[in-house]
């Protein structure tokens, strides 16, 4: 599958299923890391804070709950599950850049949310069968060169009963949204992106939601992979859609 209109240009993100898929994009969110966060303000108006509480009320996670929030980039997912678990449970956070990392540490320290931050390959996440409550995936799915095996991943690390959060971009299908949608996210946030220094990374992002699994089509994969009670939330006018699914007791 391509995650690029012309994936063989110079500059260009390569096909999904190439071996250097990873590596261009392991290497994109190394660029990106330091503007990373004001890019996500700007690109959602401050409402991806919200939606990530929304992906933390679906895990379902409680006092004492151990989770795992995979492709955390700077950690805001991951400290939003530490406010909500509280000092008693265990929060990890994983990715594969190590600059996100070093602002998701960073970020943990300065608001006294502590969390276990470290590298991590999202197709072979380095933890036990049933280690986790919850695993939590926000932004990030869309960036997993095999969703279906990134899925089997996270879904092999929860325990029974555990919860399977997916946080993600849609492409809302009603006008006059779709039409706003289209206006924004294909042509001006790539020039926000070439404001910020890295228009390849910013262009990459719309490619990578046009060509991301429809929300019915991603509730399919998760039943496929074994979650029972499989449902989305749509949030921001179908912008936003939390999947969340139940691994069987």
Known sequence: MSVSPDPEAEGGIPQRDSEEF???VRGMFDRIAGV???MNSAMTAGLHHE???????RAEVRRGSDALDVCCGTGDLALELRRQIGADGRVVGCDFSEPMLELARRKSGDEDLPV??????????PYGDGSFDAVTIGF???NLADLDRGIAEMARVLR???????LEISRPQRQPLAGFYSLWFDRLVPVLGSLAGDPEAYS???????????PERLAAKLDAGGLTDVRWLLLAGGIIAIHSGTKPA
């Open 22 to 24: 990873a590596d261009q």
């Open 36 to 38: 990373y966060d004001l």
């Open 51 to 57: 939606w990530r509480q929304r992906a933390v009320e």
């Open 116 to 125: 276990e931050f470290g590298w991590a390959d999202a197709l072979d996440l």
């Open 140 to 142: 990030g799915a869309r």
């Open 160 to 166: 029974p009963e555990g919860r399977l959060v997916i």
């Open 204 to 214: 990459y992002l719309p490619d990578s939601v046009r060509t991301f699994p429809e």
